[in-house]
Each structure stands twice: as structure tokens, then as C-alpha cells.
């Protein structure tokens, strides 16, 4: 089978913006800066993205803009067209700055956004066993199950277990310990265990690896961040927010008055605007 051709790109039909022709050869050099999960969804956001961009060029030349290009911090400078782009996008299209009170708005309706992440110091020992295989699985929690009766009825005996029984290298030379941890830093169900229990308590977790004797030592709860201090993040975000919804908005706008043949801004899955 050719595999070439199942990999290729889709030849599209010819695309114009009144009556300015999109080539294909141009689609396919901006395929690169729009990778996607199939060839066809990049062939796609490339082809929406030029045309957004023949959209605010022509837009900009027919009202007759024309500023100076800028550079940004590293020297990199804007191509006029760039600049075309940008002086009409500042001028056509107004956004309000957020105000503290949709600010304080956005803080308690998404509360959870702005909460730091519990910290939990623990150690582990983890008896290991694949997950699909049922016998070793249970004698990893047999053996789980005999050296959490040992380290409850003797504490002290926690690092001497670890050291040689963990199949966790990297913790058993510590005595078990993990240090501190935070939410995303193992896995799902580990955290979920972690939860459930109290500073001082042992017991055994299973997880994808197999069964780990667990000892939390410390649970240090996540702090929320006061507004004072998360509101210009929020404003920011609330700005970019309604500017991407503004900007999008001009685009259907111009997107209606033009005459554009081989390919609909609307439906193809992709932001109006990248």
C-alpha cells in the first residue's frame, strides 16, 4: 500500500478574497506554523488564517492606514503589512478595560482558580506488581498488609521496611521519604489516598504500580490568594478575553461584506483569529 497517499495534503479548491487568489503553494508554507492532529486540520488553519489576513490587509488599504512597523525587546521588527494589520486592529476595534467590579466578579465566581495546592510530606513503601497480572497483585498486597502490622506496631521500624522492601530506589535510601508533594506530582490515585487521610496515619494505597504502605506526615492546606494581589491577572485575562471576542466579532463583520470563493470562515473547527 502507498502509504504517501493517505499522508498527503487535501488539494482544496481555489481560494479568493474578492477576487485576490490564495494560492496553494502559499497554504502550504503556512501549514508549518499551525500543527494539528491531522494534515487536513492544519491545511485548514492555515487556509482560515490567510484568509483572516487578506481580510484585514485589504480592510487596512482600502481605508488607507499606514504606521510605522514596530520592534519588539529581542530586535525583531514587524513587516509592514504587520503593522498594517495592527494600526488597523488598534483603531477599528475598541475594548473597555475591566473594571474592579467585574474583576471581583470573575475572583468569586472562579474562587477555585486562585487557591495555592496543599502540600503533603510523606513516605512510601511500594510493594510493586503489574496491573494485569492478578497473582502478583496479590501477593504485593499481602505483603503490603504484613509490613503495614509491623511499622504500626513499631513506627520506628518505617525507614529500616523501606529500605528493603520499597521497589521505589529512589525513596527507600531516604527511609521512604517523598518529601513534599503537591497535587499533579504522582499519580491520581495517590493523591486521592492522600486526601482521605490525617497527618500521623499509615495505611496501604494501591495504585497502577502496585501497593504502597503510606505514612502522611504533614499536610500544609492551600492558602487562596487574596484578591489585592490576583487582580491585575484578572484584568488581563478579562481584557485579552473581550479583545479576542471583539477582534473575532470585526472579522465576521468583514468576513460578511467580502466575496470570498473556496473556503467558509465559518464551521472548519478553527479560531477566527490566532
Not at 13 to 18: E, F, G, L, P, Y
Not at 57 to 66: F, H, N, V, Y
Amino acid at each position: 500500500m502507498d502509504c504517501s497517499v493517505s499522508n498527503a495534503l487535501p488539494k482544496p479548491k481555489a481560494i479568493s478574497v474578492n477576487g485576490v487568489v490564495i494560492s496553494r503553494e502559499t497554504i502550504a508554507q503556512e501549514v508549518q506554523n499551525h500543527p494539528a492532529d491531522k494534515p487536513i486540520h492544519a491545511w485548514q488553519a492555515a487556509a482560515r488564517a490567510l484568509v483572516v489576513r487578506e481580510l484585514l490587509l485589504q480592510e487596512a488599504t482600502r481605508l488607507g492606514i499606514a504606521t510605522e512597523a514596530l520592534s519588539d525587546p529581542d530586535g525583531r521588527r514587524e513587516t509592514a503589512e504587520e503593522a498594517a494589520m495592527r494600526a488597523l486592529v488598534e483603531r477599528e476595534v475598541k475594548t473597555p478595560e475591566p473594571d474592579e467590579a467585574a474583576c471581583q466578579r470573575f475572583y468569586e465566581q472562579n474562587i477555585q482558580r486562585f487557591r495555592l495546592g496543599d502540600l503533603y510530606e510523606v513516605a512510601h513503601i511500594l510493594i510493586a506488581a503489574p496491573r494485569g497480572d492478578q497473582t502478583a497483585r496479590a501477593s504485593a498486597r499481602e505483603s503490603a498488609e504484613t509490613i503495614l502490622a509491623a511499622v504500626k506496631a513499631d513506627p520506628a521500624a518505617f525507614a529500616d521496611m523501606a529500605s528493603n522492601h520499597s521497589a521505589c530506589s529512589t525513596s527507600a535510601v531516604n527511609g521512604g521519604r517523598l518529601g513534599q508533594i503537591a497535587r499533579g506530582q504522582t499519580v491520581t490515585e495517590f493523591e486521592a489516598a492522600l486526601e482521605r487521610m490525617q497527618p500521623g496515619e499509615m495505611a496501604i494505597v494501591e495504585t497502577r504500580y502496585g501497593y504502597h504502605v503510606v505514612r502522611l506526615d504533614r499536610h500544609a492546606v492551600g492558602k487562596t490568594l487574596p484578591f489585592e494581589l490576583a487582580k491585575e491577572r484578572i484584568a488581563g485575562y478579562l481584557a485579552a478575553s473581550v479583545q479576542h471576542r471583539s477582534l473575532a466579532q470585526y472579522i465576521s463583520i468583514l468576513a460578511g461584506q467580502a466575496e470570498i470563493t473556496g473556503f467558509s470562515l465559518v464551521g472548519t473547527g478553527t479560531p477566527l483569529v490566532q
